[in-house]
């Protein structure tokens, strides 16, 4: 989880150093340092925002999966497949 925090931090710091050279202006003004934090932290915030939509969509992916499963189990079941069979056709879709 941490890396994509400072991975994004790190992208909002680059983008204000992309905005400064489109402006043609120093990158290092002691009147503008107060922009990198600022930059690092919506970069930030952005990075844990899209951590928790990544583990959400895991979590839903992971939920899916077992209901899917657990479906073609029942299935199997009531259509008499040997469990044999049924290990050689969960070791194909996995």
């Known amino acids: 989880m941490v890396h ?9 710091i680059a983008v204000r150093l992309w905005q400064l050279g489109i402006e043609m202006r120093p990158m290092f003004c002691k ?4 922009a990198y934090p600022l930059f690092a932290s919506v970069g930030g915030s952005f990075g844990y925002w899209l951590q928790g939509v990544e583990q959400r969509q895991l979590n839903m992916l992971a939920q ?3 209901a899917i ?4 189990r029942r299935r199997d079941e009531r259509e ?7 290990g050689a056709v969960l070791a194909a879709t996995s």
């Open 80 to 86: 008499g497949i040997s469990k044999t069979e049924e």
């Open 64 to 66: 899916r999966r077992e």
């Open 69 to 72: 499963l657990e479906k073609r």
């Open 4 to 12: 994509k925090v400072l991975f994004w931090s790190g992208f909002g």
């Open 31 to 34: 009147d503008a340092l107060w």
